[in-house]
């Protein structure tokens, strides 16, 4: 893993909208997923810079579609020191990456 993704919404609707647009643009990795108080939703993904700089891109502009200003923050961070591990998740768990259907879109795994 050499980046870390980070977009947080208000309200799941934006966040699963996040999520998506993160998961179909580039070949990352969804990595965790954390609800706060007062609505805030954060979704975390990993994998190569570029790839997580595309799809972190791709999420923002998707949740600013949605009304009422629901994207609150987004960001990249490109190889974490491996501390941050006590904050957050730098990998998915185990059987956390996405099976890619013969079209290229992704289709989760059973867990």
Not at 53 to 66: D, G, M
């Amino acid at each position: 893993m050499a980046a870390l993704g980070i977009i947080e919404t208000r309200g799941l609707v934006g966040a699963v909208e996040a999520a998506d647009v993160m998961l179909i643009t580039a070949d990352v990795r969804h990595s965790d997923k954390s609800l706060a108080g007062g609505g805030l939703v954060t979704v975390t993904v990993s994998g190569e810079v570029a790839a997580v700089q595309a799809s972190v891109s791709a999420a923002k502009e998707a949740v600013t579609r949605h009304p009422g200003d629901c994207l609150v923050s987004a960001h990249v961070i490109a190889r974490p020191d491996a501390g941050l591990q006590a904050v957050t998740p730098l990998s998915p768990p185990s059987g956390g990456r996405a099976q890619r259907d013969a079209d290229g879109s992704a289709r989760p795994t059973a867990v």
